[in-house]
């Protein structure tokens, strides 16, 4: 069966620090991956998504970026914290596009302070 | 753009049956889905239905689909306190659209 996994599970960072967040799924190959950010009392919001090795869409401009080194490894990356970027950040993974499910991780929850 | 809308909040009693809804603008929505959130968690897909389906149960849950009027349901049967969470409504063709989740609280 699949899996899907992300860490940390929790990160407090100050201002202007950097950041690495990893996600990686098991038992699938290929998987379109997805990285979204949850504000607090609010849905998601879409930041990044990868259909292969290499291959990042960026749906939102900011400070953050993705990248796929390995098929079944997202990194979502910032050099410079800012205080907005604190919230819940969660992977996904889906088996194809068009109309496919998404698969969830258990979330990273970011505070920036 | 295309929109996912859904009202913020819910609360009902223990035993009763919970109706959340959800409207969507996409006309060409292949698919349509529910997930749940529970606190401090990601989310976990409850079912989805294909857009030429009207109905779908699954145990206590039962999603009805309006594709006339684009409005999508979940119903919950004999809700318990552990169905507490955020509910999300999403649809996709191509790309998947969330609406911003109810929050369904259940009362003892």
């Known amino acids: 069966s699949q899996t899907i996994h992300q860490w940390p599970a929790t990160l407090v960072q100050p201002v202007g620090s950097p950041l690495s967040l990893e996600c990686t799924v098991e038992?699938?190959?290929?998987?379109?991956l997805y990285w979204y950010r949850q504000a607090a009392g609010r849905g998601l919001q879409l930041l990044f998504y990868s259909v292969g090795i290499g291959q990042i869409s960026s749906e939102v401009p900011q400070n953050l970026s993705a990248s796929r080194p390995q098929d079944r490894q997202f990194i979502l990356s910032s050099k410079k914290l800012l205080l907005s970027d604190s919230g819940f950040y969660l992977c996904?993974?889906?088996?194809?596009?068009?109309?496919?499910?998404?698969?969830f991780g258990p979330g990273t929850r970011l505070t920036v302070t | 753009g295309e929109d996912v809308e859904q009202s913020l909040f819910l609360s009902v009693r223990e035993g009763d049956s919970s109706v959340i809804n959800c409207t969507y603008t996409?006309?060409?929505?292949?698919?349509l889905y529910w997930y749940k959130q529970e606190p401090g968690a990601g989310l976990q897909l409850l079912t989805y239905?294909?857009?030429?389906?009207d109905m779908k149960q699954d145990q206590r849950l039962t999603v009805l689909l309006n594709k006339k009027d684009k409005h999508l349901s979940l119903r919950i049967a004999d809700t318990q306190t552990g169905d507490s969470a955020i509910y999300f409504c999403a649809e996709s063709d191509n790309d998947m659209r969330f609406g911003a989740g109810t929050r369904l609280t259940v009362k003892p």
């Open positions: 996904a993974w889906s088996p194809g596009t068009g109309g496919y499910e998404q698969y």
């Open positions: 996409d006309s060409s929505s292949t698919y």
């Open positions: 239905i294909f857009s030429n389906m």
């Open positions: 038992g699938t190959s290929n998987p379109n």
